[in-house]
Structure formats: C-alpha cells, structure tokens
C-alpha cells in the first residue's frame, strides 16, 4: 500500500538554527499539507500546496516557515530560525484532486527544540 | 471557522468491552467528516469518513459513526474492542461542497487515548 514517508522520525535543533523537515507524498497525488502537534494539543493545519505554490496557510505559518518541492517526489517544510516553541510532532500529509477523497499522512517528525 | 470537540480524553477499557467515542464539530456549512487513528510509533491512518447518504459509515477494523446532523456530532463506536485497539484517535472535519472536492485542510479534535486492558 503506498504510504507518505517523513524523515527524520526524530530530530533535536538548537533554538535559532535552521531545520528543514522533509515527506515524500504518494506519487500520484496532488495536494500536500503540512500539519503539526504540540505536546497535549490538537492536530493543527500548517500549509497546503498544489500546483507549485501555497493555496491556503494558517497564522502558524508565518514567515519564519516555508515549504518546496525541490524535485518529483520531496515535499520540505523549512524552518529558519526555530523557536523552543516550534517544538512539535510534524506530520506531513497528500490527497488527490478527486471528489470524496482523503488527506494520507506519514508518521511523523518529532521536534525538539534545545 | 471550524472547531471540533472531543470530551473523552483518556478511555480505558477492558477487552470486549463496547466503546463510543464522542466528536462533536461548529461549523455552519457542509461539512466532510473522518476519524483517524494513531497506533503508537505509526502514521495517522483513516478508520471511516463520511461525505454523504447514509449518516452511518462503516469503517476498517470493525469501527463505524454515525453522523447525527442535528447535534453535529460523528461519533466513533466499536462493538467490542480488543488489545490492538490501543491508540489515540482523531475526529477531524473539512470543509465540503463545490467548489471544494476534499482537499480542504482539516480541523481536528484534541485527540482521544484509548487504552484496552487485556
């Protein structure tokens, strides 16, 4: 069964230095979402992307965040000067451009921020 | 904007035990509705989602909702849980309708830790 893959499963950054997260989505899918966890909080929405570009973000997504898909199959979220506060699990996701479809998410990175 | 509730927390049942997992949405729209679960150290799986007709949807693994349009709720029921069972599980809503084909962000509820004795 195809699946989305994140890695690293778990990385440690120091407070002001720079991260990039990085999902591979499922191959023939579109749309791509990044979403995050804090400890004990909700699943909360980051960004999505289609076509090249964001089509919508959340006020979490500010400028310290940005998101690429270098080549065909890497989809990265990138932090430019992480926070304690950044600290989260972040999981990565894709859907098709169907009707009645379904966000599939990877496992998810945690990150800790020192 | 969206918000979805989940009161229960933390479940913990014993095995063959019958669980319903509450999830309750705001949102003044037509809504897509789904639960996830999380097996520990794995990905956020989809159990069942709801789009339209028949307000109850089977799901994998013997899980099904009822989507109950008047109390804006969708809540997950097992008929009797076993072991595997154990994961945290997640209600999650998106925006639904033209122009929108479900690729809309999701809202999702704080999370439930369901924990099955054997």
């Known amino acids: 069964e195809p699946e989305v893959t994140q890695t690293p499963s778990h990385q440690v950054t120091q407070m002001g230095q720079e991260v990039i997260l990085r999902c591979v989505p499922i191959?023939?899918?579109?749309?791509f979402y990044w979403y995050r966890q804090i400890l004990g909080q909700k699943v909360e929405f980051l960004v999505s992307?289609?076509?090249?570009?964001?089509?919508?973000k959340s006020e979490i997504f500010d400028d310290q965040f940005s998101v690429e898909r270098p080549d065909g199959s890497n989809f990265t979220l990138k932090i430019r000067s992480t926070k304690l506060e950044d600290s989260a699990m972040y999981f990565c996701?894709?859907?098709?451009?169907?009707?009645?479809?379904?966000?599939?998410f990877g496992q998810g990175t945690r990150l800790t921020v020192v | 904007a969206q918000s979805v509730s989940q009161h229960n927390h933390h479940v913990i049942l014993s095995e063959a035990a019958s669980l319903e997992l509450g999830c309750n949405y705001s949102?003044?729209?037509?809504?897509?509705l789904f639960w996830y679960v999380q097996y520990p150290g794995q990905h956020l799986q989809l159990l069942l989602k709801?789009?339209?007709?028949?307000?109850l949807v089977k799901g994998i693994k013997g899980f099904e909702a009822e989507f109950i349009k008047s109390k804006f709720s969708f809540n997950l029921r097992k008929p009797s849980v076993q072991w595997s069972d154990t994961a945290e599980y997640f209600c999650?809503?998106?925006?639904?309708?033209?122009?929108?084909?479900?690729?809309?962000?999701?809202?999702f509820g704080t999370g439930t830790r369901l924990t099955i004795i054997p």
């Open positions: 992307f289609y076509n090249n570009e964001i089509s919508e």
């Open positions: 999650a809503v998106n925006e639904a309708g033209w122009p929108n084909f479900g690729n809309e962000k999701l809202t």
């Open positions: 996701a894709s859907s098709e451009i169907s009707r009645n479809t379904e966000a599939f």
């Open positions: 709801y789009f339209s007709g028949d307000p």
């Open positions: 191959s023939n899918h579109l749309y």
């Open positions: 949102y003044g729209g037509t809504v897509n």
